[in-house]
């Protein structure tokens, strides 16, 4: 199991102080009783840029990233993207996940899928899939260059539901 974890926030409304950060504290704690140490916390906008470097700069003092935010269907929802160009991973369509996030709409908001949810199949190449049955957001986890990436939705509900029935069950 990784034991040096750096938790990466995605979102510019973190970095504005329109909300807080909690899901890095819930993370920190989960990690903490699984016996992984947390060296760093970073928050960075929605920027591919910046988050980007945020990669490069946490792999080379981490094993085990863990990212939260950024997974939704809109255009600023880039963390898939921009973490697998850092990391030379392809991002490719998963048709399972599809019939998962057209549950949750038919179920909760009650309406048709939006076809702009299909982006959120989009995982990485080889990752394992934390199916999301509080949200429309997947997460995953992968391993390539070196380190662990785990990405988790921003959603609190949704992040705090799969780092404790996913994330915990695929580090052990």
Do not use: W
């Not at 970095?15 to 704690?29: K, V």
């Not at 700069?57 to 950024?70: E, K, P, Y």
């Not at 199949?121 to 394992?128: E, G, K, N, V």
Request: hydrophobic residues 40%; negative net charge; aromatic residues 8%.
């Amino acid at each position: 199991m990784p034991h040096q974890a750096e938790i990466i926030a995605v979102g510019t409304e973190l970095l504005l102080g329109n909300i807080a950060n909690t899901n890095a504290q819930f993370l920190s704690q989960l990690l903490a009783s699984a016996g992984v140490n947390v060296l760093y916390h970073t928050a960075v906008g929605d920027n591919p840029q910046r988050l980007r470097a945020a990669v490069e700069t946490a792999r080379s003092r981490c094993d085990l990233l863990v990212f939260t935010g950024g997974l939704g269907p809109t255009y600023d929802d880039m963390t898939k993207t921009a973490v697998c160009a850092a990391l030379d991973t392809p991002l490719v369509f998963h048709p399972d996940i599809v019939p998962d996030i057209r549950r949750y709409f038919d179920t909760v908001f009650h309406r048709e899928m939006p076809a702009c949810n299909l982006r959120q199949a989009y995982l990485p190449q080889d990752c394992t899939v934390f199916r999301n049955p509080v949200g429309t957001a997947p997460g995953c986890a992968f391993t390539a260059g070196g380190v662990t990436a785990v990405l988790l939705p921003g959603v609190p509900s949704e992040c705090r539901y799969l780092a404790e029935h996913c994330l915990l069950p695929y580090l052990e």
